[in-house]
């Protein structure tokens, strides 16, 4: 053997290894890397004639890659992507990725709406009701529209016992409010249940105004994730560009 095929061969084993190999660099068991391979997640791996598995650099860029777009894109979107990769739809993977940023976009704009709405609200007036007239008036709105967010969970008005009427407490005014606000800034109902669940569970607005620096937190982390995964992801890419 010449110097030259000598040192490739070294070059190429010091490339390869062992699924525990991998596992330890990454912090993860060798049953989750198998696991990842099998899913597509890697590509596959070659046999020694023993039948064991060998991986090389290339899997670690993958693993990496992977390792980084699940808090960017949650694990189902980061599998569907390294999926996509490994089967050379790369494009496939790049709308993927385009799906998760406009999902953040809308996520940051929802939350803008919300601090707009809540900066406009003042605490509700737990003395006072309203009938679906007057509350429909008050918001400018037809009976009708309130009805209607009732059978979407966007407000849960009470009974009067008497007249079997719909009553409106203070607490359902200002839901119906801060569900006005978002609806004219073109949300869904559905979406405007959800924050509104997001306020009962809070227990109001007040507890609410404290949780939007977390969720501001929690869209920034995000944002960095999707920055660090695109780089370990084109890494990646780069890599087996070079192998094919």
């Known amino acids: 053997m010449t110097r030259k095929n000598a040192r490739t061969s070294e070059e190429t084993l010091n490339t ?3 699924p525990i190999d991998l596992a ?16 597509g997640i890697l590509p596959p791996a070659d046999r020694t004639p023993s039948g064991y598995r060998t991986y090389t650099d290339l899997h670690a860029k993958a693993l990496s890659a992977f390792l980084a777009l699940v808090p960017a894109h949650g694990h189902q979107t980061a599998t569907a992507i390294m999926q996509a990769v490994n089967e050379g739809a790369v494009d496939t993977a790049l709308a993927l990725i385009d799906d998760s940023h406009d999902q953040l976009r809308k996520d940051r ?12 609200m003042t605490p509700p007036d737990e003395s006072k009701v309203a009938s679906v007239g007057a509350l429909a008036h008050q918001l400018k709105l037809r ?24 009553v409106y407490t203070a607490t359902d005014v ?19 249940a959800d924050v509104l669940d997001q306020v009962r569970t809070a227990g109001g607005i007040e507890p609410l105004r ?34 094919t």
């Open 24 to 39: 330890r660099q990454h912090r993860l068991s060798t049953q989750a890397v198998r696991n990842y391979e099998d899913a």
């Open 109 to 120: 704009q929802t939350l803008a709406s919300v601090e707009n709405a809540l900066a406009t």
């Open 143 to 166: 009976p009708a529209t309130l009805r209607k967010w009732e059978k979407a969970g966007i407000v849960r008005p009470k009974r009067d016992r008497k007249t079997g009427y719909r």
């Open 174 to 192: 200002r839901d119906a409010q801060l569900a006005h606000q978002l609806r004219r800034g073109g949300y869904l109902l559905s979406q405007i």
């Open 210 to 243: 404290a949780t939007l620096a977390d969720w501001h937190g929690h869209l920034t982390r995000r944002g960095r994730a999707m920055l660090a995964a695109a780089a370990q992801l084109d890494d990646y890419l780069k890599q087996a560009a070079r192998e």
């Open 16 to 18: 390869m290894s062992r």
